[in-house]
């Protein structure tokens, strides 16, 4: 009885959130404003305050935070130059849909960090960005297929929304339009040999995440880049590296520095704008040609918003000036925890695993290893919510799908309090498995 007493009070802590739940469902579509935000165990966490690697929810809790909005937050949250920026260009008006003297700065700055960045176009979101390469590419090339990759995500339209899970290749989500994928041509990811017998001079690109991250966080294989890059230069298609979460990431010229492999096309998010909403396509002069002359239609009122605009040269600027040791850190880090996951794997006999690269990794269950990228397909995706659910009440967010990203703002204490999160969640796992 006792411990049920104490299970009850240790729930209890939770209650202003689960209030905010039901008071959300009653006007808030699923109670949130992003269907995946829901899945958070035990409750979605109202967050009343955030700073550095830290949030408190509305009930006072505090934990270190690897959730980092779903991966923008790269310098931590509130992080002083990205805020002073943004008040700055607040104080001199919301210019919305204005041509302002950011949006040059912020080009060029891409393009002296990122290698295959010579010119840039502006957006809110990584969807929008994905659907304007796209555009670009097919405009530059007089082409329509495009080759996809099974697991690789590259924003919610219908157009690519496909293929999101092992064994299920159609529509990712229920009221698309399943003709609006009729020219992607899907492939297993890291299979280069199968693109270049299949690649002819009808392709306009093949789209890829570099570094498979919203499937687990793999580094590509060996030769696979450098095959795609040679078999899209053969048959004069694009090569176009989703660069969403890596940009910035990874490396600061993204995994096509981290892995020496130049696209004709990125698209750039999250990290950008560290917090704000901004995207960008950004590539070479010659694949940007539509776009640059104006002969491809680039809309959006929020185009270049100049408070998203100023967030990103504030971050660019802090990640330029920090150097290589800014990447180090987060490699450090994130290499750290995922060998603390193996080691306390090891000592409880908990099903658990996780792969990493620079500033990221991605928590399995269900599984002991995680060798090839087919193995996703193995790892149990409901048992990775409840291992998330475990690190919370423990002190530590990570995204319920298992992702945890390092921040500049992750010092030793922050990582150490989620080492003792992801002990005492596995744990919990090998207890309930005894």
Not at 103 to 122: T, Y
Not at 247 to 255: D, K
């Amino acid at each position: 009885m006792d411990g049920s007493r104490d299970d009850r009070q240790r729930e209890r802590r939770f209650d202003g959130s689960r209030a905010h739940r039901a008071r959300a469902l009653r006007h808030v579509a699923f109670g949130v404003s992003s269907t995946p935000r829901a899945n958070q165990l035990p409750v979605p966490l109202a967050i009343e305050r955030a700073e550095g690697a830290r949030v408190v929810d509305v009930d006072g809790n505090s934990y270190v935070d690897h959730g980092l909005g779903y991966g923008p937050l790269i310098l931590g949250h509130s992080p002083g130059g990205v805020i002073a920026a943004v008040h700055a260009e607040l104080a001199r008006g919301l210019r919305t849909a204005s041509v302002h003297r950011g949006e040059a700065e912020l080009a060029e700055l891409i393009a002296a960090c990122v290698p295959s960045a010579e010119v840039s176009a502006f957006v809110s979101t990584g969807s929008e960005a994905i659907h304007l390469a796209l555009r670009v590419a097919r405009a530059g090339t007089g082409r329509l297929k495009v080759a996809k990759f099974r697991s690789n995500y590259h924003g919610w339209f219908d157009s690519v929304h496909v293929a999101g899970r092992p064994g299920r290749d159609g529509p990712d989500a229920l009221g698309q339009d399943p003709r609006a994928a009729e020219a992607l041509v899907l492939f297993d990811w890291g299979d280069a040999g199968a693109v270049e017998a299949a690649l002819d001079g009808s392709y306009a690109a093949v789209l890829v995440e570099p570094a498979a991250m919203n499937a687990g966080c793999f580094a590509p294989p060996p030769g696979f880049l450098e095959r795609l890059r040679a078999a899209t230069r053969r048959h004069g298609a694009m090569l176009v590296f989703d660069e969403v979460v890596t940009g910035f990431r990874v490396a600061l010229g993204g995994a096509q520095e981290a892995w020496g492999v130049a696209p004709d096309i990125c698209v750039l998010g999250k990290a950008l704008g560290a917090g704000f909403p901004i995207g960008a396509v950004s590539g070479t002069r010659a694949a940007m040609s539509t776009l640059m002359d104006g002969r491809l239609l680039h809309r959006g009122t929020f185009n270049g918003n100049p408070a998203c605009v100023a967030a990103a040269v504030a971050c660019l600027k802090e990640l330029r000036e920090g150097g290589p040791a800014v990447y180090e850190r987060l490699a450090a880090a994130a290499a750290g925890l995922s060998a603390h996951v193996a080691a306390e794997a090891a000592r409880t006999g908990a099903r658990v695993c996780a792969t990493h690269v620079t500033g990221a990794l991605q928590l399995f269950a269900g599984v002991q290893r995680m060798e090839r990228f087919a193995d996703i397909a193995s790892a149990d995706r409901d048992l990775v919510l409840r291992l998330t659910g475990e690190m919370l009440r423990a002190g530590a967010i990570a995204l319920p799908r298992g992702l945890l990203y390092v921040s500049t703002a992750h010092g030793e204490a922050e990582l150490a309090a989620t080492r003792a999160a992801i002990t005492a969640a596995m744990e919990a796992f090998a207890a309930e498995g005894r």
